[in-house]
């Protein structure tokens, strides 16, 4: 079994007092929480999304106000004010690295002070929930901003104090009390369901949703799976607004294939992590599909990986990692591990969060580029992972589509799309292959 | 007219013909002034105008100056440090008249009195051209012989490097008087520093009366092409003191809402959003540079006001309503919210943002919507995003 020691991060008040007092949660509560004794007659802000059809939806009625700059980060000012924040985030240093890519660094002292190191297990990406640890129904009512879901009657609504329905399980983006940026908030679909870390279509496509919501490139989403630096194992997203572009999204990409519903997959170059580019689709749910069958092979094969949605959720990065694996096997020099910088998705992106003066100091691109080859898969084992990624899309895809009928087309698309990415060596993909697998 | 040789030409000859029209040139040509038009936007800085009569002085040809920067003038002992001068007037943008030792095409140095002024676009207050005008300073009469004259440049040079030939000598020149070795020399020589290159009224009335002349014609020419110019910026962005990406960032959020810098004498409003001038009535000029307290009237408590001056010294947040008054004097019910805003190196208070609410608009507002104190909210997290990224973006170009 391989297990990292980190400092776990903080992202609700009641995590911790939860670590400090010890052992879990002990009911009769009193704390406003998002569990049964708390939640009869709980209200909370919902917001109600149109959902569309097309990505590129021009025909949208004006919405009574901008989702993200006024209800979200109107609400996470709010939350400022009161005072539910561990740090002021404004008040951590924050440039632009020189250089080609523009790196961005952040140095943030007080994210992971007063915690202890806890152990990780690092090689199971998919875990079973436990509800004994912290988990988001566990967090103050207070520290949620409101609940998301879709509009029912295809307009965009929005109701100030609205029940919690505990029925329908609703979505809730709540504040990460140690943000890294500005606005940085959680996305957890459908909460009371305390589903596992473990992406799957309908999350995805919420937290795409949200990003498309939002509708500005500077307000990304992220996810992290166990083993890629998630510490919570309770399903979750992130988002946080930060104005610049990441150096991820100014790579270069080289396209590998044209996949169903006219998704285009490319894979990433001239960047230090290896990773695949998922955009276009005729609609939102062909890209969320592309993206959420490749999540899901990646997790079932125990791969760790994260992803970042960008664009407004026009354009999805998956990354393949093994940061953690190596760390846990002491293949990683001391001289990064004694950063304690953490390889997640904002990372992985190019927004470095630094927990010392010195390396904030120094920080280079060269530094930067260090520390993410590391997480980087090799070349050969990223081949090896986009064949079974590869395999396993071109099967679900098929599934979905024309199924029981075989689709001639479908099989040349993978075999082009094999070759095109000059995978000559991948595994190509077969009828019988897939139906065995499903 | 001319046609230019060099590969920007066209950039050269289009940056007087479409601000103000082709026929201005001959227009400025029958001036009786020696000046130049020179382009900061065109790579090089390069003079796109010469009058006749400056030619006329240089013994340059037209096509020798256009296209090259205003430096073709000077020469071997042009004093660098009035060039600097020069320079930095460029860069921040303003007027500078200082004394100049320039040299004719032949090689005669002859000393001028330099009046260069920027022309603001009046659409966008951006600095659309420089105008150099260069009034020979008369030569005084010779005291003695010729080793005596030589000597007398020699000081009349490092006078001008000391600043002393200038009509303001402004501080940072003073301090860095001190580290000059031969200070002393020429501070007890004034008197004789200030005989060899004075410039006289008269000439500093030319200078003036040069610049009347020739702003008055750029301002009519520009009428042709309807780009207008002044000779003040009365744009909004670059006479604040946020530059101009915080501007553009800022100028996206729609609502009501002030920057004032609390590192300036009494707080002045740095930013004003158009949403703000609506509201009050006031064009953005007239509230840049002022302290809030100018939208206070006869029945404004006074306590309200005070609290919100604290507010500021302590650089805490807070909430109030005041009674506010229009341009027009109408007054209205202000729910203030002020907020102090970091940079991004995070230390310090950078600005303070007010977000004001017009309390008697309550009712308009759909059933639907935020709070107003969410929406004020919204406003102080949008300023505090565009203050901080634009700080970052800054750190880095430095």
Known sequence: MLRIKRVPTVVSNYQKEEAEEGDGFTGGCGRNCMRDCCLPGAKLPLYAFRKHDKIESSEKKDPPFAFLDSLLLGEWEDRTERGLFRYDVTACSTKVIPGDYGFVAQLNEGRHLKKRPTEFRVDKVLQPFDGSKFNFTKVGQEEILFQFEASKDGEVEFYPNAPIDVESSPSVVAINVSPIEYGHVLLIPRILECLPQRIDHESLLLALYMASEAGNPYFRLGYNSLGAFATINHLHFQAYYLAVRFPIEKAPTGKITEFNGGVVISEILNYPVRGLVFEGGYSLEDLSNAVSDSCICLQDNNIPYNVLISDSGTRVFLLPQCYAEKQALGEVSPELLDTQVNPAVWEISGHMVLKRKQDYDGASEDNAWRLLAEVSLSEARFQEVLAIIFEAISCAATENESLPDEDEQDVEDVDDALNNGSHQNAVVAGKQECIVQH | ?398
């Open chain 2, 1 to 398: 007219m001319f046609m230019e040789q060099q590969p920007m030409g066209i950039a050269i000859e289009q940056s007087i013909n479409s601000r103000y029209s082709y026929w201005v040139r001959e227009a400025l040509d029958d001036l009786p002034y020696n000046f130049t038009i020179t382009d900061p936007s065109i790579p090089g800085h390069p003079i796109v105008f010469a009058s006749r009569e400056l030619l006329k002085m240089s013994g340059y040809s037209r096509e020798e100056v256009i296209g090259k920067n205003g430096r073709i003038f000077q020469g071997a002992k042009s004093n660098r440090r009035s060039v600097m001068e020069i320079k930095q007037a460029i860069r921040e943008e303003r007027s500078i008249q200082i004394t100049l030792l320039n040299y004719q095409k032949n090689g005669t140095p002859f000393w001028i009195l330099f009046h260069m002024f920027p022309v603001f676009s009046k659409e966008d207050g951006r600095v659309i051209h420089f105008v150099g005008v260069q009034v020979p300073v008369t030569p005084k009469p010779r005291r003695s012989g010729s080793e005596f004259s030589r000597i007398q440049v020699n000081l009349c040079d490092n006078a001008a490097f000391l600043g002393f030939c200038r009509r303001e000598v402004c501080s940072d020149t003073v301090a860095e008087l001190s580290r000059i070795p031969n200070l002393d020399l020429a501070a007890e020589d004034t008197e004789f520093n200030d005989t060899a290159c004075k410039v006289s009224d008269l000439e500093k009335q030319g200078a003036n009366s040069a610049m009347g002349s020739i702003l008055s014609m750029l301002t009519h020419y520009s009428q042709l092409t309807g780009k207008l110019v002044s000779e003040k910026r009365c744009c909004s962005s670059y006479m604040s003191g946020v530059g101009a990406s915080l501007n553009t960032s800022l100028g996206r959020i729609k609502q009501s809402f002030v920057l004032t810098d609390p590192h300036k004498t009494d707080i002045p409003i740095v930013y004003a959003s158009d949403a703000f001038l609506e509201m009050t009535g006031y064009a953005r000029h007239e509230v840049l540079g002022r302290n809030c307290r100018f939208l206070s009237g006869e029945e404004t408590d006074l306590s309200t006001q005070l609290q919100v001056t604290n507010s500021m010294q302590t650089g805490k947040a807070c909430t109030v309503c005041i009674l506010n008054y229009r341009k027009d004097r109408s007054p209205f019910w202000n729910c203030l919210y002020i907020s102090p805003v970091r940079n991004a190196s995070g230390k310090q208070t950078a600005y303070f943002v007010e977000v004001q609410m017009n309390v008697n608009n309550y009712n308009e507002k759909q059933q639907q919507n935020l709070r107003p104190e969410m929406m004020q909210l919204s406003v102080v997290a949008a300023v505090k995003v565009a203050v901080r990224t634009s700080g970052m973006i800054a750190t880095t170009s430095n």
